[in-house]
């Protein structure tokens, strides 16, 4: 019996297939459609099929499969080039798109107005040196397509922005006949890519005065450069045309408010906009995650994050490096676990925003260990990975290796450093005591790497000398800085000659202080207790009446300490916790057995208006002393305590801590208000500076 005979094949019908497969992304499907179209119409495949296979692949990004596909055809028309081209464009790979444009060519087969734009795209995204984008250009003009058609004449200002000739896109710009929405667009959102948000104000200004109507990209340009420049009043008056006009109802305009108000330090503005959205996605998410971060409102932040998981959002790479910058704000360390953990189940773990996220965590929580292993399996790194991995270090004092990450940074040629990376490798070295390495580099890092020293370089330098007893020296610096010295260089400069008993000097540091913050009662009692080691007692009583007399009235010291995800607070001479009877007898007991090891309360400058056995009871019952009561209470041996404090650990507090982590054999990490403290075996990391 005979086979039966195939089914002839229906051209259409394998066309809906191909486009089924592209609208579903799926590329099974779009290779059995091919396999069908091979076994009934080969050897002579319609060159309108082949087209439709090559914008399959390269819809899908298989450009092996495109290229394949494309060679098949033995008389590829334009539409087919195209297909490849916008494929390769659209997957950034543009290297393929050009070379294929510059075949097609070679062919003789003219570029029509969809060919083009994908060709410009490819162009924007070329090397930058590159002179293809203005060939293109020249070409487009030959065929009579500039300054004609918009969607060309808007692709080459695209590209023209994109590769930084930002002259030929205005001429470009001022030479088109009829600017459309989608021109203005292109010049408003890259000069908000570009750092220039007056240019995106006046841009859609110009698109207003020439009667055109913004659309949503419009929108959400302005408010991106209100966002960027802070432009908080001409923002909100927007927000009250986009609500008369009935944008805020779309959804990326609205992401666009919460972004904008949040980058305002508005962030009730920007929770309202978010409680009033109607369908939210996960860039709504997002934006108000880092809108609370942005604001130092981590608990917020956290809260949110926890809304759009019972929401049902499935953890982004953006959503959780958001998140986890919320963590390090609250040496939320378990936590960022947590949020390790979920990156790993959502197989984003090696996502190079997430994975630098998480070696910044780590870092600023204190976990070093786990910070240099995420480093060291990152596949990639950028400049914020080795930022955050010698910021770690920095954070701990931890020079030489701060100083070897820098080393390996340099001479991989890959990533040069920013100004941010050389405050990173100072500090260090101020906190390691490596003071001739971090001075020369200070020195040379102008000509090393073509960064201008800033305030923050200033700052640094000055806390180097002055942790090395050098503070005239640092003074001379901040007289001869080309800009005005801010709160941090006076304030390392007060910090230093309280260190090493230079009352005159500090006086100097704490009268400019004053004069930039007369209400931070930090500064106030810094001096007073640097009047005070140096036994000039009346001056420091001056000090703290003055304090008194003008209103400022010093922040109560804070501490506290997570256990079994409960966050517990503790202020100084606090009896309120639940187990204070446990904690006052544990106190009481470490103080004999650190007083037997040679334990002395320094009771100096903490308090010089009552009697010294009341002293030594005060500085006894410090919140950073009952937070560490109720860890050893309550967290196993072999567990870090970590205790986070609103100031600066006191000197009794600090010399206690170091007699309790030899005594008991446990590590201790407190985070002040200034740097991390790991205690262990008696020491500090910190050399006893801070």
Same mark, same amino acid.
């Not at 986009?242 to 408010?257: I, K, Y």
């Not at 930039?516 to 207790?529: A, I, K, M, R």
């Given at each position: 019996?005979?086979?039966?005979?195939?089914?002839?094949?229906?051209?259409?019908?394998?066309?809906?297939?191909?486009?089924?497969?592209?609208?579903?992304?799926?590329?099974?499907?779009?290779?059995?459609?091919?396999?069908?179209?091979?076994?009934?119409?080969?050897?002579?495949?319609?060159?309108?099929?082949?087209?439709?296979?090559?914008?399959?692949?390269?819809?899908?990004?298989?450009?092996?499969?495109?290229?394949?596909?494309?060679?098949?055809?033995?008389?590829?028309?334009?539409?087919?080039?195209?297909?490849?081209?916008?494929?390769?464009?659209?997957?950034? $790979?543009?290297?393929?798109?050009?070379?294929?444009?510059?075949?097609?060519?070679?062919?003789?087969?003219?570029?029509?107005?969809?060919?083009?734009?994908?060709?410009?795209?490819?162009?924007?995204?070329?090397?930058?040196?590159?002179?293809?984008?203005?060939?293109?250009?020249?070409?487009?003009? $030959?065929?009579?397509?500039?300054?004609?058609?918009?969607?060309?004449?808007?692709?080459?200002?695209?590209?023209?922005?994109?590769?930084?000739?930002?002259?030929?896109?205005?001429?470009?710009?001022?030479?088109?006949?009829?600017?459309?929405?989608?021109?203005?667009?292109?010049?408003?959102?890259?000069?908000?890519?570009?750092?220039?948000?007056?240019?995106?104000?006046?841009?859609?200004?110009?698109?207003?005065?020439?009667?055109?109507?913004?659309?949503?990209?419009?929108?959400?340009?302005?408010?991106?450069?209100?966002?960027?420049?802070?432009?908080?009043?001409?923002?909100?008056?927007?927000?009250?045309?986009?609500?008369?006009?009935?944008?805020?109802?779309?959804?990326?305009?609205?992401?666009?408010?919460?972004?904008?108000?949040?980058?305002?330090?508005?962030?009730?503005?920007?929770?309202?906009?978010?409680?009033?959205?109607?369908?939210?996605?996960?860039?709504?998410?997002?934006?108000?995650?880092?809108?609370?971060?942005?604001?130092?409102?981590?608990?917020?932040?956290?809260?949110?994050?926890?809304?759009?998981?019972?929401?049902?959002?499935?953890?982004?790479?953006?959503?959780?490096?958001?998140?986890?910058?919320?963590?390090?704000?609250?040496?939320?360390?378990?936590?960022?676990?947590?949020?390790?953990?979920?990156?790993?189940?959502?197989?984003?773990?090696?996502?190079?925003?997430?994975?630098?996220?998480?070696?910044?965590?780590?870092?600023?929580?204190?976990?070093?260990?786990?910070?240099?292993?995420?480093?060291?399996?990152?596949?990639?790194?950028?400049?914020?990975?080795?930022?955050?991995?010698?910021?770690?270090?920095?954070?701990?004092?931890?020079? $030489?290796?701060?100083?070897?990450?820098?080393?390996?940074?340099?001479?991989?040629?890959?990533?040069?450093?920013?100004?941010?990376?050389?405050?990173?490798?100072?500090?260090?070295?101020? $906190?390691?005591?490596?003071?001739?390495?971090?001075?020369?580099?200070?020195?040379?890092?102008?000509?090393?790497?073509?960064?201008?020293?800033?305030?923050?370089?200033?700052?640094?330098?000055?806390?180097?000398?002055?942790?090395?007893?050098?503070?005239?020296?640092?003074?001379?610096?901040?007289?001869?800085?080309?800009?005005?010295?801010?709160?941090?260089?006076?304030?390392?400069?007060?910090?230093?000659?309280?260190?090493?008993?230079?009352?005159?000097?500090?006086?100097?540091?704490?009268?400019?202080?004053?004069?930039?913050?007369?209400?931070?009662?930090?500064?106030?009692?810094?001096?007073?207790?640097?009047?005070?080691?140096?036994?000039?007692?009346?001056?420091?009583?001056?000090?703290?009446?003055?304090?008194?007399?003008?209103?400022?009235?010093?922040?109560?010291?804070?501490?506290?300490?997570?256990?079994?995800?409960?966050?517990?607070?503790?202020?100084?001479?606090?009896?309120?916790?639940?187990?204070?009877?446990?904690?006052?007898?544990?106190?009481?007991?470490?103080?004999?057995?650190?007083?037997?090891?040679?334990?002395?309360?320094?009771?100096?400058?903490?308090?010089?208006?009552?009697?010294?056995?009341?002293?030594?009871?005060?500085?006894?019952?410090?919140?950073?002393?009952?937070?560490?009561?109720?860890?050893?209470?309550?967290?196993?041996?072999?567990?870090?305590?970590?205790?986070?404090?609103?100031?600066?650990?006191?000197?009794?507090?600090?010399?206690?801590?170091?007699?309790?982590?030899?005594?008991?054999?446990?590590?201790?990490?407190?985070?002040?208000?200034?740097?991390?403290?790991?205690?262990?075996?008696?020491?500090?990391?910190?050399?006893?500076?801070?």
């Amino acid at each position: 019996m005979r086979p039966a005979a195939a089914a002839p094949a229906d051209p259409l019908l394998l066309v809906a297939a191909i486009e089924a497969a592209i609208s579903s992304r799926s590329p099974r499907l779009g290779r059995a459609a091919h396999a069908r179209a091979l076994r009934l119409l080969a050897p002579a495949i319609p060159p309108f099929i082949c087209a439709h296979l090559v914008n399959l692949y390269s819809k899908l990004d298989l450009p092996g499969a495109a290229a394949a596909a494309l060679a098949s055809d033995p008389n590829p028309t334009v539409v087919s080039f195209t297909a490849f081209i916008s494929g390769a464009a659209q997957n950034s $790979r543009p290297l393929p798109a050009l070379s294929t444009f510059a075949a097609m060519l070679r062919l003789g087969l003219r570029p029509n107005d969809f060919t083009f734009p994908s060709a410009f795209k490819a162009a924007a995204a070329a090397p930058s040196r590159s002179t293809v984008g203005p060939q293109i250009h020249a070409l487009a003009l $030959r065929f009579g397509y500039l300054p004609d058609d918009p969607f060309v004449s808007c692709a080459a200002l695209d590209m023209y922005f994109k590769t930084g000739r930002v002259a030929l896109a205005r001429r470009l710009f001022d030479e088109m006949p009829n600017r459309s929405v989608v021109a203005w667009n292109a010049v408003m959102t890259n000069s908000v890519l570009d750092g220039r948000p007056l240019e995106t104000v006046e841009a859609y200004f110009g698109l207003r005065e020439a009667g055109g109507m913004p659309n949503v990209v419009s929108v959400c340009a302005f408010f991106n450069a209100c966002a960027g420049a802070t432009y908080l009043s001409l923002g909100e008056q927007f927000h009250g045309f986009m609500v008369r006009c009935g944008f805020q109802m779309d959804v990326s305009v609205s992401n666009s408010m919460i972004d904008f108000y949040g980058k305002c330090r508005c962030v009730g503005k920007a929770r309202a906009v978010f409680d009033e959205m109607g369908v939210r996605n996960s860039v709504s998410w997002c934006s108000m995650v880092v809108a609370y971060a942005q604001n130092e409102a981590e608990e917020e932040a956290f809260s949110v994050y926890l809304g759009a998981r019972r929401a049902g959002e499935e953890p982004t790479d953006f959503m959780v490096s958001s998140v986890l910058t919320t963590c390090a704000g609250l040496l939320g360390l378990d936590l960022g676990r947590a949020l390790h953990a979920i990156a790993v189940r959502s197989c984003i773990d090696a996502n190079i925003f997430v994975a630098s996220a998480l070696v910044d965590m780590y870092g600023k929580c204190g976990g070093i260990a786990e910070a240099e292993q995420v480093f060291l399996e990152m596949p990639q790194r950028n400049l914020v990975t080795w930022n955050a991995m010698i910021g770690g270090y920095a954070h701990i004092g931890d020079a $030489r290796n701060a100083l070897a990450v820098f080393d390996d940074m340099i001479m991989g040629g890959e990533t040069p450093p920013n100004y941010i990376t050389l405050v990173n490798v100072i500090t260090t070295c101020s $906190r390691g005591g490596l003071t001739k390495e971090g001075y020369k580099l200070f020195e040379t890092m102008r000509e090393r790497f073509g960064i201008e020293p800033r305030t923050e370089h200033y700052a640094c330098v000055v806390d180097l000398l002055g942790r090395a007893g050098m503070e005239e020296r640092a003074y001379e610096i901040i007289q001869g800085m080309p800009m005005t010295p801010s709160i941090s260089v006076w304030g390392a400069l007060l910090g230093a000659c309280k260190m090493h008993g230079k009352t005159e000097l500090g006086r100097i540091a704490a009268e400019k202080l004053f004069e930039l913050d007369p209400q931070d009662s930090g500064n106030h009692v810094l001096l007073s207790n640097m009047l005070a080691s140096a036994g000039r007692w009346a001056e420091a009583t001056d000090v703290r009446k003055e304090m008194k007399q003008v209103g400022i009235k010093k922040d109560p010291g804070r501490s506290w300490i997570t256990w079994k995800n409960v966050v517990h607070v503790f202020q100084a001479k606090d009896t309120k916790h639940e187990m204070n009877n446990e904690i006052q007898a544990l106190l009481a007991k470490l103080k004999r057995q650190m007083q037997a090891a040679g334990y002395m309360p320094d009771t100096q400058y903490a308090l010089f208006d009552v009697e010294e056995e009341e002293k030594e009871s005060e500085v006894f019952q410090h919140s950073e002393k009952l937070a560490l009561a109720f860890g050893l209470i309550c967290i196993p041996p072999g567990v870090p305590i970590r205790i986070m404090k609103n100031l600066r650990i006191c000197v009794d507090c600090h010399r206690a801590f170091k007699f309790i982590s030899g005594i008991v054999g446990r590590e201790i990490i407190v985070r002040d208000n200034n740097r991390f403290h790991h205690f262990k075996n008696y020491e500090c990391s910190c050399r006893d500076y801070w």
